[in-house]
């Protein structure tokens, strides 16, 4: 079964600062995608980054980029520079077959 | 461009009463998927409808079931509701599959059931 998993229920960062999330996941998939979304207090869910999984290069979108190991089954986001508004509920994904959620991890940027 | 767009915004039910919730596409969009969001169970995939039909389903009972129309609009109906079904019900339109093409996510329904 598919499983996604994140271990940071809630971290915070100093503004300017790096931070990064942590996600490991489970597939018997060979062929599958991942992706990070962003849901904003009380606003719409949006992507962040996508990584097809057949791609060795780690995917990379201004600020946000990925930390794609295959092997391992571990997908971390790493966020350069943090900006207030990166404020959110960050949802590591898995697809498959079907989307498989993560938890989430609580992101709060401090000024 | 007008985004996803959901109706209603809010609802309240009682138990074993039925609903239907709405989702409008973005123009162009032919795929839309529904999730059910609950701070327990978290988010879950419902299903995903691509040109009127049926393309992947999740693992809801069968009181859980959609469609889709001619113009994309999709409609979720949940019957006997039960006090469980309390979520934040999503909706996301993609112009093709949801793992090649962006999906974008809608406001979402919170469906309160008493």
């Known amino acids: 079964a598919q499983t996604v998993t994140q271990s940071q229920p809630e971290m915070s960062v100093q503004e300017a600062e790096t931070v990064t999330l942590s996600c490991t996941y489970d597939?018997?998939?060979?062929?599958?995608?991942l992706f990070w979304y962003k849901q904003p207090p009380s606003r719409q869910m949006i992507l962040v980054i996508r990584q097809e999984a057949y791609k060795q290069q780690n995917a990379t979108e201004n600020r946000f980029s990925v930390n794609f190991q295959k092997a391992a089954k571990s997908f971390s986001l790493k966020i350069s520079d943090s900006q207030l508004g990166d404020t959110a509920m960050y949802f590591c994904a898995l697809e498959d077959q079907n989307f498989v959620f993560g938890p989430g991890t609580r992101l709060s940027v401090l000024p | 461009k007008a985004g996803v767009t959901q109706t209603p915004r809010y609802l309240i039910k009682t138990r074993g009463q039925q609903v239907t919730l709405s989702c409008s596409p973005i123009s162009g969009h032919r795929s839309v998927s529904w999730y059910q969001q609950t701070p327990g169970q978290g988010l879950q995939f419902l299903f995903e409808y691509f040109s009127e039909t049926q393309r992947n389903k999740g693992n809801f009972p069968g009181r859980f079931s959609g469609r889709q129309f001619s113009n994309s609009r999709s409609e979720m109906n949940v019957s006997t509701l039960e006090l469980g079904d309390s979520a934040l019900y999503l909706c996301?339109?993609?112009?093709?599959?949801?793992?090649?093409?962006?999906?974008?996510f809608g406001p979402g329904t919170r469906l309160t059931v008493l």
């Open positions: 996301a339109s993609s112009r093709g599959q949801p793992s090649t093409d962006t999906q974008y």
């Open positions: 597939t018997s998939e060979n062929n599958y995608y």
